[in-house]
T-cell receptor
Framework: GAVVSQHPSRVICKSGTSVKIECRSLDFQATTMFWYRQFPKQSLMLMATSNEGSKATYEQGVEKDKFLINHASLTLSTLTVTSAHPEDSSFYIC????????????FGNGTRLTVT | GQNIDQPTEMTATEGAIVQINCTYQTSGFNGLFWYQQHAGEAPTFLSYNVLDGLEEKGRFSSFLSRSKGYSYLLLKELQMKDSASYLCAVKDSNYQLIWGAGTKLIIKP
């Protein structure tokens, strides 16, 4: 089945620094990738939709200058959390889908970010 | 507004059967997905329904009634490893995924 690789799986950083999370589709071309955030015991919250070669579409309430998304190729999207604060600590998950509308999302394994 | 409802938590016994319900009110419908998510891990795809009826896949089955805005996920022969959260998600008329809050399933020996 389709595989999405997300890296790193865990990261601890100091307040004020930036962290980059990579999401790669390994065996299919993902024209669209999605970035989610999940708080403990809560469902997925869509942060932004990333389209290859164009600017990401951010959901209401998500700061685009803080969460920089780049979708440079059909297999790679990155999320950079800039000037991280402790409240940014969360579980970030990327997902990708191939071109067929009926295909399910394929999720990366997630990144546990802890900002100290 | 768009809304997906599923129970917050359910408990079942190992070896038994459990049904997790999902009702939805969305602007349009282009398919319903069920995902399983173990604590601390990303969701994994379980099933997809776009037409009315039952889709069976091993121990798991998913049912859809579009006229009622209703789906259920049926898990048979429950195993301890089935303890997880189960997320219902609906694709609306804009092909946007609307997520339910998830149902935490606790399996007891």
């Amino acid at each position: 089945g389709a595989v999405v690789s997300q890296h790193p799986s865990r990261v601890i950083c100091k307040s004020g620094t930036s962290v980059k999370i990579e999401c790669r589709s390994l065996d299919f071309q993902a024209t669209t990738m999605f970035w989610y955030r999940q708080f403990p015991k809560q469902s997925l919250m869509l942060m932004a939709t990333s389209n290859e070669g164009s600017k990401a579409t951010y959901e209401q309430g998500v700061e685009k200058d803080k969460f920089l998304i780049n979708h440079a190729s059909l297999t790679l999207s990155t999320l950079t959390v800039t000037s991280a604060h402790p409240e940014d600590s969360s579980f970030y998950i990327c997902s990708a889908k191939d071109r067929e509308e009926a295909s399910p999302l394929h999720f990366g394994n997630g990144t546990r970010l802890t900002v100290t | 507004g768009q809304n997906i409802d599923q129970p917050t938590e359910m408990t079942a016994t190992e070896g038994a059967i459990v049904q997790i319900n999902c009702t939805y009110q969305t602007s349009g419908f282009n398919g319903l997905f069920w995902y399983q998510q173990h604590a601390g891990e990303a969701p994994t795809f379980l099933s997809y329904n776009v037409l009315d009826g039952l889709e069976e896949k091993g121990r798991f089955s998913s049912f859809l009634s579009r006229s009622k805005g209703y789906s259920y996920l049926l898990l048979k022969e429950l195993q301890m490893k089935d303890s997880a959260s189960y997320l219902c998600a609906v694709k609306d008329s804009n092909y946007q995924l609307i997520w339910g809050a998830g149902t935490k399933l606790i399996i007891k020996p």
